[in-house]
């Protein structure tokens, strides 16, 4: 198996997404507890590695096709279809990555003696559960940015906050909706092309997605100059907004705009906390 495969199998381009609150929260902090930073990535990346295999497995289970196999952001059961991994395997290799970040995460409780946090790590397993394992499987609902924002938003926001020792008021919660809402829109769009041809998600995708990506911008008002600062990426937001169109298939290849939106408002967001 090639490394691009595998990069492509495991969805490795899409992890910044998980990532980015516990940078912003580490820039909070203003960078003093590099340890409890990387014990913290550590945990969302084989989490979302977890949930990436979990997905794999169970789109192969229910017959979904691999949509977007040419690009770094494919849509389905890359491995198991294009590079025709043992399901079995992938399934074993979800278990282990999942353990491997529940341990983590009960170290992590260990060292900083934070044990309420153990509510949001169990919260958070239980929505990721839920986007992918059977009978719920939000994701085939049409409910899985509900799963996302959640996890990716004001739960791992909150719980990196927590481990910080920094306080929890309505700024963190704020900025917990930011990354959450970016994060619903990536997916959003990422897997437009597995939506009902004929659905609400798919006619009315632009408004649906607008309502996702613009008020993530917005909601940063609620201090003046961050919002400033993240002016360029709300811009370029609004021009992707305006220019995406098409069918499903067009619009999932668009999963690097949002990416790097992602990325740049990330980064204007830290540059903020830093200075």
Do not use: C
């Not at 021009?239 to 290849?253: A, E, N, Q, S, V």
């Amino acid at each position: 198996m090639k490394i691009i495969d595998l990069i492509r199998g495991l969805k490795i381009p899409l992890y910044f997404t998980s990532v980015s609150p516990v940078i912003i929260a580490f820039s909070f902090d203003h960078y003093k507890k590099l340890y409890l930073f990387i014990v913290m990535i550590l945990i969302v990346l084989f989490m979302q590695a977890a949930l990436n295999l979990s997905m794999d497995y169970y789109d192969y289970k229910n017959g979904k096709k691999l949509y977007n196999d040419d690009t770094l952001f494919p849509v389905g059961p890359y491995l198991i279809i294009k590079n025709h991994v043992n399901p079995k395997i992938i399934r074993y290799f979800f278990i282990i990555t999942m353990l491997i970040a529940v341990s983590l995460g009960i170290y992590l409780l260990v060292i900083t003696e934070k044990y309420y946090l153990i509510i949001i790590g169990i919260i958070a397993v239980i929505v990721s559960l839920l986007y992918v394992l059977p009978p719920v499987m939000l994701d085939n609902r049409g409910l899985g940015e509900i799963s996302t924002f959640l996890s990716f938003g004001p739960l791992v926001y909150t719980g990196a906050v927590i481990v910080f020792n920094l306080n929890v008021d309505v700024f963190v919660l704020i900025t917990g909706i930011f990354t959450g809402l970016l994060a619903s829109a990536i997916r959003f769009l990422h897997h437009s092309i597995e939506d009902k041809p004929n659905g609400t998600r798919v006619t009315h995708f632009k408004e649906i997605y607008s309502l996702m990506l613009i008020p993530a911008f917005v909601i940063t008002v609620y201090k003046l100059y961050l919002f400033v600062f993240l002016i360029p990426a709300f811009i370029i937001a609004i021009i992707h907004i305006i220019y995406i169109h098409g069918d499903p298939f067009k619009i999932t290849r668009k999963t690097n705009e949002i990416v790097f939106i992602d990325i740049i408002s990330t980064l204007l967001f830290v540059i903020y906390l830093t200075f």
